[in-house]
């Protein structure tokens, strides 16, 4: 009776245990500034077309001619883009892109990857 009791009481707190451990896995959004929306064009770099979020950097020459790193943190899910019809081999480092970001909130020079615009017009996200 009070092993079956200890038992259940183990149950019960791991039952409790368990979904908070998942939630807290994910994290939140809300560390990037999806108010703006940041389009830089340029040669990929680096990238990391994988699961769960891919990331990238982007050489970008801006309005003095200096070349700068643009940091892509974190996108969408590879195999989402993939099922959205963007081929990894489209972007691989070398090419030239238009990538669209928003600023994370505590550092400004690293981004969350809302698009991708390929030199054709072709769009992902």
Do not use: C
Request: glycine share 8%.
């Amino acid at each position: 009776m009070l092993r079956s009791r200890r038992f259940i009481g183990l149950a019960v707190l791991l039952a409790g245990i368990i979904p908070v451990a998942v939630t807290m896995a994910h994290h939140s959004f809300a560390v990037y500034d999806f108010e703006q929306q940041i389009p830089f064009d340029g040669v990929v770099a680096t990238l990391n077309f994988k699961n769960p979020h891919i990331a990238m950097t982007l050489e970008h020459e801006n309005k003095d001619g200096d070349v700068v790193v643009i940091n892509f943190i974190e996108g969408a899910p590879a195999n989402m883009l993939v099922r959205n019809g963007l081929r990894p081999d489209w972007i691989k480092p070398g090419s030239h892109i238009t990538a669209v970001g928003s600023p994370l909130r505590d550092d400004p020079t690293k981004f969350f990857l809302r698009r991708i615009i390929l030199d054709d017009g072709r769009e992902f996200q």
